[in-house]
Protein backbone atom coordinates (compact mmCIF):
# COMPACT_ATOMS: atom_id res chain seq x y z
CA UNK A 1 0.00 0.00 0.00
CA UNK A 2 1.48 3.90 -0.84
CA UNK A 3 1.03 6.26 1.70
CA UNK A 4 -0.17 9.51 0.45
CA UNK A 5 1.73 12.54 0.91
CA UNK A 6 0.21 14.19 3.49
CA UNK A 7 -0.20 10.16 5.46
CA UNK A 8 4.16 10.94 5.38
CA UNK A 9 3.27 14.41 6.35
CA UNK A 10 1.43 13.87 9.18
CA UNK A 11 3.38 10.21 10.34
CA UNK A 12 6.62 12.49 10.24
CA UNK A 13 4.89 15.46 12.00
CA UNK A 14 3.64 13.20 15.09
CA UNK A 15 7.16 12.06 15.66
CA UNK A 16 8.95 15.29 14.71
CA UNK A 17 6.81 17.80 16.66
CA UNK A 18 7.30 16.31 20.49
CA UNK A 19 11.34 17.02 19.61
CA UNK A 20 10.49 20.47 18.57
CA UNK A 21 8.09 20.60 21.91
CA UNK A 22 11.40 19.53 23.98
CA UNK A 23 14.00 21.50 23.00
CA UNK A 24 15.03 23.13 26.33
CA UNK A 25 15.52 27.47 26.12
CA UNK A 26 19.14 27.05 27.01
CA UNK A 27 20.33 24.79 23.91
CA UNK A 28 19.21 27.35 21.53
CA UNK A 29 22.72 28.58 21.06
CA UNK A 30 24.13 25.09 21.08
CA UNK A 31 25.08 23.96 17.49
CA UNK A 32 23.54 21.35 15.15
CA UNK A 33 24.59 18.66 12.99
CA UNK A 34 23.51 21.16 10.40
CA UNK A 35 26.36 23.67 10.58
CA UNK A 36 25.24 26.93 9.10
CA UNK A 37 22.82 27.03 12.13
CA UNK A 38 22.96 26.61 15.73
CA UNK A 39 18.99 25.54 17.50
CA UNK A 40 17.49 28.77 17.63
CA UNK A 41 18.37 29.73 13.54
CA UNK A 42 17.37 25.88 12.46
CA UNK A 43 14.01 26.32 14.61
CA UNK A 44 13.50 29.43 12.54
CA UNK A 45 14.24 27.98 9.17
CA UNK A 46 12.24 24.89 9.66
CA UNK A 47 9.29 27.05 10.77
CA UNK A 48 9.66 29.15 7.34
CA UNK A 49 9.72 25.68 5.79
CA UNK A 50 6.79 24.70 7.34
CA UNK A 51 4.79 28.19 6.53
CA UNK A 52 5.90 28.20 3.03
CA UNK A 53 5.32 24.88 1.79
CA UNK A 54 1.64 25.29 2.55
CA UNK A 55 1.44 28.44 0.17
CA UNK A 56 3.30 25.76 -2.14
CA UNK A 57 0.63 23.46 -1.79
CA UNK A 58 -1.93 25.67 -2.69
CA UNK A 59 0.20 26.93 -5.73
CA UNK A 60 0.83 30.41 -4.28
CA UNK A 61 4.16 31.73 -4.26
CA UNK A 62 6.23 31.45 -1.28
CA UNK A 63 9.16 33.80 -0.81
CA UNK A 64 12.39 31.89 0.81
CA UNK A 65 14.62 34.62 0.69
CA UNK A 66 12.92 36.93 3.35
CA UNK A 67 14.62 36.41 6.57
CA UNK A 68 13.15 34.10 8.67
CA UNK A 69 10.84 34.90 11.88
CA UNK A 70 12.70 34.67 15.00
CA UNK A 71 9.81 32.40 15.94
CA UNK A 72 11.34 31.63 19.26
CA UNK A 73 11.18 34.78 20.76
CA UNK A 74 7.50 34.39 20.89
CA UNK A 75 6.16 32.98 24.32
CA UNK A 76 3.88 30.33 22.82
CA UNK A 77 6.28 29.20 19.93
CA UNK A 78 5.66 25.49 20.38
CA UNK A 79 2.43 25.95 19.91
CA UNK A 80 2.89 27.66 16.77
CA UNK A 81 5.24 25.33 15.29
CA UNK A 82 2.42 22.76 16.25
CA UNK A 83 -0.47 25.05 14.51
CA UNK A 84 1.38 25.18 11.56
CA UNK A 85 2.85 21.37 11.28
CA UNK A 86 -0.99 20.97 11.50
CA UNK A 87 -1.96 23.36 8.49
CA UNK A 88 0.84 22.12 6.92
CA UNK A 89 -0.13 18.74 6.38
CA UNK A 90 -4.15 19.78 5.86
CA UNK A 91 -2.38 21.65 2.87
CA UNK A 92 -1.16 19.07 1.06
CA UNK A 93 -4.08 16.71 1.93
CA UNK A 94 -6.59 19.51 0.26
CA UNK A 95 -7.78 18.64 -3.17
CA UNK A 96 -5.50 19.17 -6.26
CA UNK A 97 -2.46 20.02 -4.33
CA UNK A 98 -0.19 16.94 -5.62
CA UNK A 99 -1.11 17.68 -8.95
CA UNK A 100 0.18 20.09 -11.70
CA UNK A 101 3.45 22.12 -10.44
CA UNK A 102 4.50 24.28 -8.21
CA UNK A 103 7.35 27.08 -6.91
CA UNK A 104 9.44 29.28 -8.47
CA UNK A 105 11.32 26.30 -10.26
CA UNK A 106 8.09 25.18 -11.74
CA UNK A 107 8.54 21.74 -10.19
CA UNK A 108 6.20 18.70 -10.20
CA UNK A 109 3.92 19.02 -6.78
CA UNK A 110 5.02 15.68 -5.54
CA UNK A 111 8.60 16.66 -5.85
CA UNK A 112 8.04 19.80 -3.91
CA UNK A 113 6.01 17.95 -1.18
CA UNK A 114 8.92 15.45 -0.67
CA UNK A 115 11.24 18.39 -0.09
CA UNK A 116 8.88 19.01 2.93
CA UNK A 117 9.03 15.92 4.32
CA UNK A 118 12.96 15.85 3.98
CA UNK A 119 13.05 18.83 5.69
CA UNK A 120 10.76 18.13 8.19
CA UNK A 121 12.25 15.06 9.39
CA UNK A 122 15.89 15.61 8.93
CA UNK A 123 15.95 18.75 10.71
CA UNK A 124 14.01 17.41 13.63
CA UNK A 125 17.16 14.32 14.01
CA UNK A 126 19.65 17.46 13.73
CA UNK A 127 17.48 19.12 16.94
CA UNK A 128 17.29 15.95 18.91
CA UNK A 129 20.99 15.49 17.83
CA UNK A 130 21.94 19.21 18.93
CA UNK A 131 19.62 18.63 22.17
CA UNK A 132 19.96 15.18 23.60
CA UNK A 133 16.96 13.95 23.12
CA UNK A 134 15.80 10.58 20.91
CA UNK A 135 14.31 10.49 17.09
CA UNK A 136 13.45 8.09 15.48
CA UNK A 137 11.87 8.37 12.18
CA UNK A 138 8.93 6.18 10.85
CA UNK A 139 10.37 3.54 8.27
CA UNK A 140 8.22 4.44 5.53
CA UNK A 141 8.51 8.26 5.58
CA UNK A 142 12.62 7.18 5.51
CA UNK A 143 12.09 5.12 2.65
CA UNK A 144 9.66 7.35 0.85
CA UNK A 145 12.26 10.05 1.16
CA UNK A 146 15.34 8.25 0.50
CA UNK A 147 13.82 7.67 -2.39
CA UNK A 148 13.44 11.25 -3.23
CA UNK A 149 16.76 12.49 -2.38
CA UNK A 150 18.61 10.85 -4.39
CA UNK A 151 16.92 12.12 -7.14
CA UNK A 152 17.01 15.60 -5.20
CA UNK A 153 20.72 15.57 -4.04
CA UNK A 154 22.41 16.96 -7.08
CA UNK A 155 20.06 19.32 -7.64
CA UNK A 156 20.31 20.54 -3.60
CA UNK A 157 23.81 20.37 -3.81
CA UNK A 158 24.08 22.92 -6.57
CA UNK A 159 21.91 25.30 -4.95
CA UNK A 160 23.48 24.80 -1.65
CA UNK A 161 20.62 22.95 0.10
CA UNK A 162 22.42 20.16 0.75
CA UNK A 163 26.54 19.62 2.08
CA UNK A 164 28.61 16.89 0.10
CA UNK A 165 27.25 13.51 1.02
CA UNK A 166 28.75 11.95 4.27
CA UNK A 167 31.45 8.74 3.18
CA UNK A 168 29.90 6.10 5.46
CA UNK A 169 32.26 3.31 6.78
CA UNK A 170 32.59 0.41 3.71
CA UNK A 171 30.75 2.35 1.08
CA UNK A 172 27.47 2.10 3.23
CA UNK A 173 27.32 -1.39 3.31
CA UNK A 174 24.89 -2.74 5.78
CA UNK A 175 23.94 0.98 6.97
CA UNK A 176 20.57 1.49 7.54
CA UNK A 177 18.10 2.99 5.20
CA UNK A 178 18.21 6.23 7.70
CA UNK A 179 22.23 6.24 8.00
CA UNK A 180 22.12 6.15 4.06
CA UNK A 181 19.30 9.42 3.84
CA UNK A 182 21.45 11.10 6.32
CA UNK A 183 24.82 10.47 4.57
CA UNK A 184 22.64 11.79 1.36
CA UNK A 185 21.71 15.17 2.69
CA UNK A 186 25.43 15.53 3.78
CA UNK A 187 25.06 14.77 7.45
CA UNK A 188 27.53 12.62 9.81
CA UNK A 189 25.04 9.83 10.75
CA UNK A 190 27.24 9.60 14.03
CA UNK A 191 27.20 13.26 14.68
CA UNK A 192 26.90 13.85 18.66
CA UNK A 193 26.82 17.52 20.26
CA UNK A 194 29.99 18.75 22.07
CA UNK A 195 30.46 18.59 25.58
Not at 11 to 32: F, G, W, Y
Not at 97 to 106: H, L, N, R, S, Y
Request: hydrophobic share 45%.
Amino acid sequence: MTNSLSDLLRTAADRSLPVIRAVPDEHLTAPTPCSEYDVRGLLDHLFQVVVNFQLLAAKKDADFSAEPEDVTRRANWRDAFAAETSALVDAWAAPGAEDGTTGAMDLPAPVVGRMVLADLVVHAWDLARATGQEYTPDPAVVDDVLTALRDLAPTGRKMGAFGEEHPLPDGGAGASAWDRLLALSGRDPQWTRPE
